[in-house]
């Protein structure tokens, strides 16, 4: 089972200039979390430094009691152990064959026979699609590939956390819909805390438990996808539906001029769209954290956007459309 990731007031700057200020979230355990937030807003930055590879100037990173950033240097080597990372290119060793790059963690990081290895890096070759391309070169295999292949050696220290930073990055739409349904197989099968940074919506709107939105150096917004979906918050509102009007401009936030300009002209945001399902396992069985459809929204008080959950909601559950 994955663990809880508990994040306070995490403060990070680089030459006096902040990235973000006290940031506060936790990713609950073995539940899958998506962080939003225009370009440079420095999302990567957060993975970096919630894996421990670049230090906070202030701030926790609390997971099974400990704080990260107030480790040593050999205790923040054993954490990292529970980390999983697929970075943003896959991060292969082009020289190296993708069983080679696979096994790579396990010929660093263990003292595991090379029959063993074998067994561990087949599995998970199996689990991400790619049994057959072990001899391949990174250069040899598609972007997509590539991207399953780093999964696979994400996963080989049985990690209970695992980061994604931009898993779609470059990838097609019939792609992103493959990839984005392994990500989900995989948090049902290995049950551990999953946090992916992504630009797509259509990923954001169907894959997550949790979303989260970084705005302007804070976190906007973070909580259950329903929370996010059915906000009327102009940015979490405008960033989640990828429209212009709103307060997000191209390069920066807008000033006050252009914003009173917007309403001068009577621009408003479109109507929210349909809150969609969530994106369910391929096997059929539940997700590791599966709630009923519309169940965040009933217990809050909020009407969902009209034809939500497939049209199938009611405010009243007895009143729900059987699936
Ligand atoms: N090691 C570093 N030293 C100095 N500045 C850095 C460093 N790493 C990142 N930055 C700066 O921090 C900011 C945030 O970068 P980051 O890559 O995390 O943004 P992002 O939200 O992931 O962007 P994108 O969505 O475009 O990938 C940028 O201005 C970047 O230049």
Redesign the pocket.
């Known amino acids: 089972m994955g663990v809880e990731v508990v994040v306070r007031g995490l403060t990070k700057s680089?030459?006096g200039h902040p990235?973000w200020s006290d940031l506060t979230l936790t990713l609950p355990a073995g539940e899958i979390s998506v962080l939003l937030?225009p370009?440079?807003?420095?999302?990567?930055?957060?993975l970096k430094t919630l894996v421990g590879l670049l230090k906070p100037d202030r701030g926790s990173v609390l997971i099974e009691g400990r704080d990260l950033p107030r480790l040593s240097e050999r205790e923040l080597y054993e954490v990292r152990k529970l980390f999983g990372v697929l970075f943003q290119d896959g991060a292969l060793f082009g020289s190296m064959t993708i069983y080679d790059n696979v096994a790579f963690p396990l010929r660093e990081h263990t003292r595991r026979s090379e029959s063993e290895i074998r067994a561990v890096v087949t599995e998970k070759l199996e689990m991400v699609g790619l049994v057959g391309a072990e001899h391949k070169l990174p250069g040899e295999i598609s972007g997509g590939m590539r991207k399953r292949a780093g999964l696979a050696r994400a996963l080989v220290l049985d990690p209970q956390i695992i980061l994604f930073d931009?898993p779609d990055s470059g990838l097609d739409p019939v792609r992103t819909a493959y990839l984005n349904q392994l990500i989900v197989d995989l948090n049902q099968r290995t049950g551990a805390t999953f946090l992916i940074?992504t630009?797509d919506i259509n990923t954001a709107r169907t894959v997550p438990d949790n979303i989260g939105l970084i705005y302007h150096g804070h976190l906007a917004m973070f909580g259950p996808r329903e929370m996010l979906l059915s906000s009327t918050e102009p940015v979490v509102r405008q960033f989640l539906n990828a429209q212009r009007i709103g307060p997000i401009g191209m390069a920066e936030e807008k000033d006050a001029e252009e914003l009173a300009a917007e309403a001068q002209s009577g621009a408003e945001l479109p109507p929210l769209p349909p809150i969609p399902l969530q994106l369910p396992p391929s096997d059929g069985r539940p997700r590791a954290a599966e709630r009923p459809p519309g169940q965040w929204c009933r217990e809050h008080g909020v009407t969902p956007p009209p034809g939500s959950f497939e049209g199938r909601w009611a405010a009243d559950p007895s009143e729900e459309v059987a699936v």
């Open positions: 680089f030459g990235v937030g370009s440079g807003t420095g999302k990567s930055v957060f931009e940074v630009h």
